[in-house]
């Protein structure tokens, strides 16, 4: 079955840019029936969507966050990743990758990484 | 809005049956998707469209939706089933993606 695994910094500084990537194995990103997506979770509180990447290379973004955020593919490695910049200690948070099966108006995020848990402080 | 409304917690006796609601303007064209997800873990998707279950989620868990609302029902709720259960669907534009704020449930 595919898997996917968050990898990158877990203790970033006030306002500088964090960066994660998502490593797909046991399955290629750039299957045409797929979408790609991050969803985060700050310490006790619910999931947030961020973003979510197409296999056109279209991308949508939570509109609270699209000044900062950038998602993008690496078809070479089979991997995605995520980009956010500027950030503050309210983006401290589990961020996980997940793959979306997106099927006219049925969608469900239906494998998903283990999360990566990011600290934001100086 | 694109926001999706959950009731924050519900409690169910053991073998009882439970629903879980989700309200939204986005529900009138798209379908939600269910995800539980237990402490310190990933959460699982357990119902996406009109009522599909990923392969290996017991057929006690059932979706179904009405106008603005989804609902998740647990028929014959197990203790194992006691998690967050949260709701998803995109915008009426189709671009957006929301999360409802989550529904603890607890099995008595």
């Known amino acids: 079955q595919l898997h996917l695994q968050e990898s990158g910094p877990r203790l970033v500084k006030p306002l500088e840019t964090l960066s994660l990537t998502c490593s797909v194995s046991?399955?290629?990103?750039?299957?045409?029936?797929?979408?790609w997506g991050w969803i985060r979770q700050p310490p006790g509180k619910g999931l947030e969507w961020i973003g979510t990447?197409?296999?056109?290379?279209?991308?949508y973004y939570s509109p609270s966050l699209s000044s900062r955020v950038s998602i993008s593919v690496d078809t070479s490695e089979n991997q995605f990743s995520l980009r956010l910049t500027s950030v503050t200690a309210a983006d401290t948070a589990v961020y996980y990758c997940?793959?979306?099966?997106?099927?006219?108006?049925?969608?469900?995020?239906?494998?998903w990484g283990q999360g990566a848990m990011v600290i934001v402080s100086s | 809005s694109s926001e999706l409304t959950q009731d924050p917690a519900v409690s169910v006796a053991l073998g009882q049956t439970v629903t879980i609601t989700c309200q939204g303007d986005?529900?009138?064209?798209?379908?939600a998707s269910w995800y539980q997800q237990k402490a310190g873990q990933a959460p699982v998707l357990v119902i996406y469209?009109?009522?599909n279950r990923p392969s290996g989620i017991p057929g006690r868990f059932s979706g179904s939706d009405s106008g603005n609302t989804a609902s998740l029902t647990i028929t014959g709720a197990q203790t194992e089933d006691e998690a967050d259960y949260y709701c998803?669907?995109?915008?009426?534009?189709?671009?957006?993606?929301?999360f409802g704020g989550g529904t603890k449930l607890t099995v008595l």
């Open positions: 986005g529900l009138k064209d798209y379908f």
């Open positions: 046991a399955g290629s990103v750039s299957s045409g029936t797929y979408c």
């Open positions: 990447l197409y296999n056109n290379d279209i991308t």
């Open positions: 997940a793959r979306l099966e997106l099927l006219g108006v049925t969608d469900g995020f239906d494998i």
């Open positions: 998803c669907s995109r915008d009426r534009l189709g671009s957006h993606w929301v």
């Open positions: 469209g009109r009522n």
